[in-house]
């Protein structure tokens, strides 16, 4: 194994979170950096991008799942299998990451997901917590996020319409977030039709309807770094693909134009870490670096003072688990923290046949209009039978015909295929708008992250396994929340709602969304914990777990903006803190 | 290696019908025009049999009438067999190490251990003189093997092949975007998105190449090994 020079930081994984870190630590401290990205550098095909076969439907923008896979089981007695082909959720391969191909939707957590446990114990007595539940409350609260939340917005290029400033409320806003200290940097994005005719139905319901937090561009913008970017074109090919001409906040746009000048920091694509190496020493477990395979099938080893484990949630799992740092978490004794509080963002729809035709090909990621009448806490639960909420929505996020034509009103009972199906599905396809529901799962005592006995991957290593499936709690969310939804699809006129079928177990086929979260939860002390609320490992302080495998819990809000914000904070305790005096913070 | 195939059609048999010359530009004749003439179509992965018999299942599947063309029109056995012969057809990006399930519940996606190509080849045996039969006496044999893996492959790249962008070798003159009013890749709809409300607005499709302005290379050109 060849070793390489000594480096002050070694980040793995070239994603948003990893090179956010990269160009926090080189702007304000001057440390030597590597970036070790297992993907490949992929800039300049990306007008190539246009193209649904490729990349909506092969997925050439996602992880190879015959190079990295995942398995999955529902519970502990059921027999694991391997997630054959992504589906449930798409993590991203090369620089960039998950963030090239996301969907840019950028909502902030509601304040209350960060003290789940008290506030519904608060409200309505311990009673009404899900049976087997694991909630706790998280070590860091919404006002201590609140800044870094604006600054994250402010570096990708957020845009809205705030609907309460400083506790403000403002109509045509969402009236229901968390106070902001400053307004969206843009204005919404156009609405188009669909979302329109959302926001018209969700109205005369007595809803509150806001243009929803998207990380595309509604005019030109300039950014805290000076990264310009164009106002977005409304092409339609947004999500599962990268963005054409850069109006779409990805991380090869916003933070690799300023990391790549930094001289202090080297980015290695095809770099897959194998192991985070450590050594016991009377002061407690030190990381030392980490062992790489190279392009060329080398085996590496890169010394560093500093590890930031900045991968997808499965992969941070996943390296922490194959190098034997943590204590894998046991839910028969309840001992152990690593590989605990898996959760996955509950999303599902409802199909609104139409009337008339709603050039739905013009779109724009996270596009459209939402409520959060529903959302988190809003609803009184007391005589419901489950917890939390989500958003409901209707996003114009530009629609492609392989992923949609087909689909037919169920009150037909038509076949999948044949003249009639033919023939109802033309003169649908451009009348059938989704009405979408983005919700919280409580973690459950079950779902859980641990390495699978059976399979592995092509270096002979275990692959990480999943213990997931839906519980009651979401299962009677989904049907009360399924029933508002039919009901606002009837108020927008439509002829008839196909409605959600409802949760049995969890499926890897039918795509959720790409927020898998938890695993590595921060916590407020070792025995709750992987990390601390600076994500800092609770036993290896020269190690930092960063990205949402460290949300205790899933919010209904899609994880980025909170994993960027939680990045940059991290990064300023490192900066401010940690290169001073190497120690675990309190 | 074996044997060249060609796709062997009588341009009178079908009427309307599509030339797929070597430089993989297609383009239509018409039956009036050159009715004794028979195309020869170079296949990727098919027997011609078989191409045959994929051809006559996808126009069942998405059949040519008075609601628009068909998998016929659109060329979607070309779609399928290049398809085949590339890197998805023999499973370059899916996990296909063992244990296999071929009785895993649904939830867990398909879990056998046929790759596409597979797939295709050991379940057309059973669908030995499809092409001949008549259109209702197809539809049974469809209807029995409906729940077969072998089918929702049929129908998934059916539908594939009627939409997705002509240079993966369907959609021939953007048949399918046509019917449905689909544009294509167009660059910009910034003038237009917050019109046209409650209208069809229908801009005339465009395939990549023509945005582009240069050669794309599909994926299925990536690694086109042989069967």
């Given at each position: 194994m060849k070793t390489l020079p000594s480096a002050d930081v070694v980040i793995i994984g070239g994603g948003w979170t990893g090179l956010l870190m990269a160009k926090e630590l080189s702007a304000r401290s001057p440390v030597s950096i590597v970036v070790l990205e297992r993907g490949r550098s992929r800039i300049p095909e990306y007008s190539s991008g246009m193209d649904e076969l490729d990349y909506f439907v092969r997925m050439h923008?996602?992880?190879?799942?015959?190079?990295?896979?995942?398995?999955?089981?529902?519970?502990?007695?059921?027999?694991?299998?391997?997630?054959?082909?992504?589906?449930?959720?798409?993590?991203?391969?090369?620089?960039?990451?998950?963030?090239?191909?996301?969907?840019?939707?950028?909502?902030?957590?509601?304040?209350?997901?960060?003290?789940?446990?008290?506030?519904?114990?608060?409200?309505?007595?311990?009673?009404?917590?899900?049976?087997?539940?694991?909630?706790?409350?998280?070590?860091?609260?919404?006002?201590?996020?609140?800044?870094?939340?604006?600054?994250?917005?402010?570096?990708?290029?957020?845009?809205?319409?705030?609907?309460?400033?400083?506790?403000?409320?403002?109509?045509?806003?969402?009236?229901?977030?968390?106070?902001?200290?400053?307004?969206?940097?843009?204005?919404?994005?156009?609405?188009?039709?669909?979302?329109?005719?959302?926001?018209?139905?969700?109205?005369?319901?007595?809803?509150?309807?806001?243009?929803?937090?998207?990380?595309?561009?509604?005019?030109?913008?300039?950014?805290?770094?000076?990264?310009?970017?164009?106002?977005?074109?409304?092409?339609?090919?947004?999500?599962?693909?990268?963005?054409?001409?850069?109006?779409?906040?990805q991380p090869t746009n916003v933070l690799l134009p300023i990391v790549r000048q930094r001289k202090t920091v080297t980015l290695r694509t095809n770099a897959t870490v194998k192991r985070i190496l450590h050594d016991s020493t009377p002061n407690g477990a030190k990381a030392r670096g980490v062992t790489y395979i190279d392009e060329s099938g080398e085996e590496i080893f890169q010394p560093a003072d500093l590890v930031v484990l900045a991968s997808y949630t499965l992969g941070n799992n996943h390296l922490l688990l194959l190098s034997g740092l943590g204590t894998p978490y046991d839910p028969a004794t309840g001992k152990g923290t690593l590989g605990k509080n898996l959760t996955h963002q509950v999303s599902f729809g409802v199909q609104a046949f139409l009337e008339k035709p709603l050039n739905k090909f013009m779109g724009a990621g996270g596009t459209g209009v939402r409520i959060s009448d529903f959302d988190a806490d809003v609803l009184d639960h007391t005589h419901l039978p489950f917890i939390r909420g989500g958003m409901i929505g209707a996003m114009s996020v530009g629609t492609?015909?392989?992923?949609?034509?087909?689909?037919?009103?169920?009150?037909?009972?038509?076949?999948?295929?044949?003249?009639?199906?033919?023939?109802?599905?033309?003169?649908?396809?451009?009348?059938?708008?989704?009405?979408?529901?983005?919700?919280?799962?409580?973690?459950?005592?079950?779902?859980?992250?641990?390495?699978?006995?059976?399979?592995?991957?092509?270096?002979?290593?275990?692959?990480?396994?999943?213990?997931?499936?839906?519980?009651?709690?979401?299962?009677?969310?989904?049907?009360?929340?399924?029933?508002?939804?039919?009901?606002?699809?009837?108020?927008?006129?439509?002829?008839?709602?196909?409605?959600?079928?409802?949760?049995?177990?969890?499926?890897?086929?039918?795509?959720?969304?790409?927020?898998?979260?938890?695993?590595?939860?921060?916590?407020?002390?070792?025995?709750?914990?992987?990390?601390?609320?600076?994500?800092?490992?609770?036993?290896?302080?020269?190690?930092?777990?960063?990205?949402?495998?460290?949300?205790?819990?899933?919010?209904?809000s899609n994880p980025t903006p909170t994993i960027l914000a939680l990045t940059y904070r991290t990064a300023d305790a490192i900066v401010d803190r940690y290169l001073k005096k190497p120690a675990l913070l309190a | 290696m074996r044997r060249r195939q060609f796709l062997i059609l009588s341009a009178a048999s079908i009427g309307g019908v599509l030339v797929y010359s070597l430089d993989r530009k297609a383009s239509r004749i018409f039956a009036q025009e050159k009715s004794t003439q028979t195309l020869k179509i170079p296949l990727r992965f098919f027997t011609e049999e078989e191409a045959m018999i994929v051809a006559a299942a996808a126009a069942r599947i998405f059949p040519s009438d008075d609601s628009g063309p068909g998998a016929k029109e659109a060329g979607v056995v070309i779609f399928i067999d290049r398809q085949l012969a590339g890197p998805w057809g023999r499973d370059r990006y899916r996990y296909a190490q063992g244990p296999f399930d071929e009785n895993a519940a649904r939830e867990f996606g398909y879990q056998g251990k046929a790759t596409p190509r597979e797939t295709y080849r050991e379940g057309l045996k059973g669908l030995k003189g499809f092409d001949s039969l008549s259109p209702a006496e197809q539809d049974k044999n469809l209807q029995q093997i409906e729940d077969t893996h072998l089918f929702a492959l049929l129908r998934q790249n059916t539908i594939e092949g009627m939409f997705s962008d002509p240079v993966h070798g369907g959609n021939v003159d953007m048949v399918g975007w046509q019917m449905v009013g689909f544009p294509g890749p167009r660059m910009s709809n910034y003038d237009e998105v917050d019109k046209h409300f409650g209208e069809a607005f229908r801009p005339k499709p465009v395939s990549l190449e023509q945005v582009l302005h240069r050669k794309v290379r599909p994926s299925e050109d990536e690694d086109a090994g042989t069967a």
């Open positions: 923008m996602m992880q190879d799942p015959s190079r990295e896979a995942v398995t999955i089981r529902h519970h502990d007695k059921e027999r694991s299998l391997p997630i054959r082909q992504y589906g449930a959720f798409l993590p991203g391969s090369g620089v960039g990451g998950t963030g090239e191909h996301w969907g840019a939707v950028f909502p902030r957590l509601m304040p209350d997901c960060f003290a789940l446990q008290s506030k519904t114990v608060e409200r309505y007595g311990a009673g009404k917590l899900p049976e087997d539940h694991t909630m706790q409350d998280w070590p860091v609260t919404y006002d201590e996020v609140e800044p870094y939340y604006a600054r994250s917005e402010r570096e990708v290029g957020v845009c809205g319409k705030a609907g309460n400033l400083n506790g403000k409320k403002i109509d045509g806003g969402n009236i229901f977030e968390g106070w902001r200290s400053s307004e969206y940097p843009m204005p919404p994005t156009i609405t188009p039709y669909f979302s329109e005719l959302f926001r018209g139905g969700a109205k005369s319901l007595g809803y509150h309807p806001y243009n929803n937090a998207t990380a595309v561009t509604s005019e030109e913008y300039t950014n805290p770094d000076g990264i310009s970017r164009p106002a977005c074109a409304f092409c339609g090919f947004c999500e599962r693909t990268p963005c054409m001409i850069n109006a779409k906040a492609q015909p392989l992923s949609t034509f087909g689909t037919t009103p169920r009150s037909m009972k038509l076949p999948r295929w044949g003249a009639a199906w033919k023939k109802t599905s033309i003169e649908y396809f451009d009348r059938t708008g989704v009405i979408a529901f983005s919700g919280e799962q409580v973690p459950h005592k079950g779902n859980r992250f641990d390495l699978d006995p059976i399979y592995k991957n092509p270096l002979g290593d275990p692959l990480l396994r999943m213990t997931m499936n839906w519980q009651d709690n979401e299962r009677k969310m989904a049907e009360f929340m399924n029933a508002k939804m039919v009901e606002i699809g009837h108020a927008m006129g439509a002829k008839e709602v196909n409605p959600f079928p409802g949760y049995g177990d969890y499926d890897v086929v039918r795509y959720q969304s790409t927020h898998v979260q938890g695993g590595t939860m921060m916590a407020k002390s070792p025995d709750l914990g992987v990390v601390n609320s600076y994500q800092q490992h609770w036993e290896i302080h020269n190690l930092f777990v960063i990205g949402a495998s460290t949300f205790p819990n899933s919010g209904s | -």
